[in-house]
T-cell receptor, first 109, second 114 residues
Framework: AQRVTQPEKLLSVFKGAPVELKCNYS??????LFWYVQYSRQRLQLLLR??SRESIKGFTADLNKGETSFHLKKPFAQEEDSAMYYC???????????FGTGTRLLVSP | EPEVTQTPSHQVTQMGQEVILRCVPISNHLYFYWYRQILGQKVEFLVS????????KSEIFDDQFSVERPDGSNFTLKIRSTKLEDSAMYFCASSESGSVQPQHFGDGTRLSIL
């Protein structure tokens, strides 16, 4: 069965520090990986997906099939990045998203 | 920007009662989903719906649950006889097409079973 692991419940950094939110997955096929973000009092929204290979709000994530990881990175954290971040996986050809437990990022001034 | 809307934002129901959660997906989207998040736990998939039928469901989605698209805009989740353990945040989502397209989520309905 597919599984997504986010080992950190809380990540606290200072403004300007680099950030890496870890995500590991367990799936035998070729997954599609996503990062969703939920800012305070807002809905879950897509941050980025691996097939797009894009950078959104300074965040990037690279799919490493050898390590089965999809870590989210940003070189310089901003206070407005404080939010709950969820890594999610879907199987090719299927619609359901399998979520990790989420990591709360807290960026302090 | 178009959004998925969910009503009500909070529903309080007595155990054993039926509850209907409502969602209006984004208008040009074809796939619809329900997820739930029990307090302190991960977001879990319940069901996906396409072309007026269930395309995928999880083991959580048992006979107590049903979904319907009663008209061209609404997508509902019904729980026939609620249990205490059904208390959770329920999220509706929609996407233009299948797995490669991002799912857009609503704000959620907090369901509290007493």
């Amino acid at each position: 069965a597919q599984r997504v692991t986010q080992p950190e419940k809380l990540l606290s950094v200072f403004k300007g520090a680099p950030v890496e939110l870890k995500c590991n997955y367990s799936y035998s096929g070729s997954p599609e990986l996503f990062w969703y973000v939920q800012y305070s009092r807002q809905r879950l929204q897509l941050l980025l997906r691996h097939i797009s290979r894009e950078s959104i709000k300074g965040f990037t994530a690279d799919l490493n099939k050898g390590e089965t990881s999809f870590h989210l990175k940003k070189p310089f954290a901003q206070e407005e990045d404080s939010a709950m971040y969820y890594c999610a996986l879907s199987e090719t050809g299927f619609q359901k998203l399998v979520f990790g437990t989420g990591t709360r990022l807290l960026v302090s001034p | 920007e178009p959004e998925v809307t969910q009503t009500p934002s909070h529903q309080v129901t007595q155990m054993g009662q039926e509850v209907i959660l409502r969602c209006v997906p984004i208008s040009n989207h074809l796939y619809f989903y329900w997820y739930r998040q029990i307090l302190g736990q991960k977001v879990e998939f319940l069901v996906s719906f396409y072309n007026n039928e269930i395309s995928e469901k999880s083991e959580i989605f048992d006979d107590q649950f049903s979904v319907e698209r009663p008209d061209g805009s609404n997508f509902t989740l019904k729980i026939r006889s609620t249990k205490l353990e059904d208390s959770a945040m329920y999220f509706c989502a929609s996407s233009e097409s299948g797995s490669v397209q991002p799912q857009h989520f609503g704000d959620g309905t907090r369901l509290s079973i007493l």
